[in-house]
């Protein structure tokens, strides 16, 4: 079974810049989840999907971070503009939906440093 | 008060020793609770998970969950100098949605 794939896996951008992520799930995985781990810290969650709707919002900042998953299968992760906070790993997972005894997988994420 | 506190170490513990990371939840209502390993540069992976009260065993680790104390440690008997790593605490909790909180992490080191 193939794994979460995510792309880039390092970025370098400077502040006020653009940058976007790209994430493909586990085939037949429901779910997914953007996740936001910055040095020293545990991953935050950003945002999650159930299929191609959002159920959890609340900490992305919306302001200047966007995502979509328009198929309901791979999604995308904008930030615009981009500040120096915004250096992290950004982690991507995916569950099968309804699968809440268990945990999920996680990608190899995209490392972002904004200078 | 924070939903997963951990002791962010790093605890050292020779070869060979058990090494006990602990963590503690705020959500009473939490039912499902989980530990990631993460190694330097690399993403979280998942180790144990449990949620019933009491020990789950799986080869030399075991999860350990007082639900009542809103606690859940992990045990890794024979430590190796393999499993130095950062060990995440993770809580499924009452919310919507299947989320994961983590907590900061464990630091840990086996030294030889």
């Known amino acids: 079974e193939a794994g979460v794939a995510q792309s880039p896996r390092y970025k370098i951008i400077e502040k006020r810049q653009s940058v976007a992520f790209w994430c493909n799930p586990i085939s037949g995985h429901a779910t997914l989840y953007w996740y936001q781990q910055i040095l020293g810290q545990g991953p935050k969650l950003l945002i999650q999907f159930q299929n191609n709707g959002v159920v959890d919002d609340s900490q992305l900042p919306k302001d200047r971070f966007s995502a979509e998953r328009l198929k309901g299968v791979d999604s995308t992760l904008k930030i615009q503009p981009a500040k120096l906070e915004d250096s992290a790993v950004y982690l991507c997972?995916?569950?099968?939906?309804?699968?809440?005894?268990?945990?999920?997988?996680f990608g190899s994420g995209t490392r972002l440093t904004v200078v | 008060q924070k939903e997963v506190e951990q002791n962010s170490g790093p605890l050292s513990v020779p070869e060979g020793a058990i090494a006990s990371l602990n963590c503690t939840y705020s959500?009473?209502?939490?039912?499902?609770f989980f530990w990631y390993r993460q190694y330097s540069g690399k993403s979280p992976e998942l180790i144990m998970f449990?949620?019933?009260?009491g020990d789950k065993e799986d080869g030399r680790f075991t999860a350990q969950l007082n639900k009542a104390s809103q606690y859940v440690s992990l045990l890794i008997r024979d430590s190796q100098p393999s499993d130095s790593a950062t060990y995440l605490c993770a809580v499924r909790g009452t919310g919507g949605g299947n989320k994961l909180t983590f907590g900061t992490g464990t630091q840990l080191k086996v030294e030889l």
């Open positions: 997972a995916s569950s099968l939906a309804g699968m809440t005894g268990y945990g999920y997988t």
């Open positions: 959500d009473r209502g939490s039912q499902s």
């Open positions: 449990i949620y019933s009260n």
